[in-house]
T-cell receptor, first 115, second 115 residues
């Protein structure tokens, strides 16, 4: 069975601090996808990134970066120089790569960035 | 490009009633998935429709049913509402392909309250 664990329930930082959100996953599949979504107070889940299990290259997009380590089954997300607009709940999710695309989500990490 | 839309935004029902939630998929997408998100939890997969057929189902009872129409919009129906059905219902659309899972893009959700 697939499982995603986000052990950090809530993180509070001050603007301009760097913050890392942890994600650990479990799957028996050899091919799978990992995702991060952002959920602002409005409720809509906003897609941030998708990573194929065969691609362990780290990725950077502006202030966002992702560290995928298959050896530790982790897919961590770092926000550099955090801003108040980054305040939201962040979800890590996992899906099998073939067949239907059920997403298995973690319980989310609430990030509070204060000015 | 039009994103995923859902209606209504909010809904209040009483126990035992029936409810229908609607979703319009993003332009060009042929797959719709529905998720239930209880307060403080990650979204839970209900089911998925691909080209008007149910393509997979999560651990939800049969009183949760759905439809997908030729224009790929979708409905989620819930019969005999229970208090625990109170949640945010999220619809996601994606471009379904036979061999590879695709990114799911979410709508703003419908918040259902059952009294």
């Amino acid at each position: 069975a697939q499982k995603v664990t986000q052990a950090q329930t809530e993180i509070s930082v001050v603007e301009k601090e760097d913050v890392t959100l942890d994600c650990v996953y479990e799957t028996r599949d050899t091919t799978y996808y990992l995702f991060w979504y952002k959920q602002p107070p409005s409720g809509e889940l906003v897609f941030l990134i998708r990573r194929n299990s065969f691609d362990e290259q780290n990725e950077i997009s502006g202030r966002y970066s992702w560290n995928f380590q298959k050896s530790t089954s982790s897919f961590n997300f770092t926000i550099t120089a955090s801003q108040v607009v980054d305040s939201a709940v962040y979800f890590c999710a996992l899906s099998e790569a073939l067949g239907f695309q059920k997403l298995v989500f973690g319980t989310g990490t609430r990030l509070l960035v204060s000015p | 490009e039009t994103g995923v839309t859902q209606s209504p935004t909010h809904l209040i029902k009483t126990r035992g009633q029936q409810v229908t939630l609607r979703c319009s998929s993003q332009s060009g997408h042929n797959t719709v998935s529905w998720y239930q998100q209880a307060l403080g939890q990650g979204p839970q997969f209900i089911f998925q429709y691909y080209r008007e057929e149910e393509n997979g189902r999560g651990n939800f009872p049969p009183r949760f049913s759905g439809l997908q129409f030729p224009n790929y919009s979708s409905e989620l129906n819930v019969n005999a509402l229970e208090l625990d059905d109170s949640a945010l219902y999220l619809c996601a659309s994606s471009l379904g392909r036979d061999r590879e899972a695709d990114t799911q893009y979410f709508g703003p959700g419908t918040r259902l309250t059952v009294l």
